[in-house]
């Protein structure tokens, strides 16, 4: 299987805390979202990796679908996850935070098949 690298474009994580009264411990939690996830996706089950989303989350995919809704977001990588993308991998890579609310994350896929 040819192995490539795709840059996962644009992932928003929402925080749960007030805008601008972002406190250490939020800090942490969205630190740790992009491994938590990558550890999810190694599991191959999308319902594993719908329980580290939010209820309203929005979620925009490579392929420039958004998703609202952790049930959509389920529905997705459950149908994704055991498809094409079964003997994927994920490494987080660039983290840029927007504003104390919002963080962008890249993600580079490794192991997808045609």
């Known amino acids: 299987?040819?192995?490539f690298v795709l840059p996962l474009i644009a992932l928003f994580l929402a925080v749960t805390?007030?805008?601008g009264s972002q406190?250490?411990?939020?800090?942490?939690?969205?630190?740790?979202i992009p491994q938590a996830f990558a550890d999810a996706w190694a599991?191959?089950?999308g319902h594993e990796l719908?329980?580290?989303?939010?209820?309203?989350?929005?979620?925009?995919?490579?392929?420039a679908m958004w998703l609202h809704g952790r049930?959509?977001?389920?529905?997705?990588?459950?149908?994704?996850?055991?498809?094409?993308?079964k003997e994927s991998s994920i490494?987080?890579?660039?983290?840029?935070?927007?504003?104390?609310?919002?963080?962008?994350r890249s993600?580079?896929?490794?192991?997808c098949r045609r």
């Open 50 to 63: 719908a329980k580290i989303m939010a209820d309203d989350v929005d979620f925009v995919t490579v392929g």
């Open 71 to 85: 049930p959509d977001f389920q529905k997705y990588h459950v149908r994704l996850l055991s498809g094409r993308f």
């Open 1 to 3: 299987m040819k192995n």
């Open 91 to 104: 490494t987080p890579r660039q983290r840029v935070f927007l504003e104390p609310r919002y963080c962008c």
């Open 23 to 32: 406190t250490k411990p939020d800090e942490q939690a969205v630190r740790a």
């Open 107 to 111: 993600l580079e896929l490794d192991g």
């Open 43 to 45: 599991k191959h089950d």
């Open 17 to 19: 805390s007030p805008l």
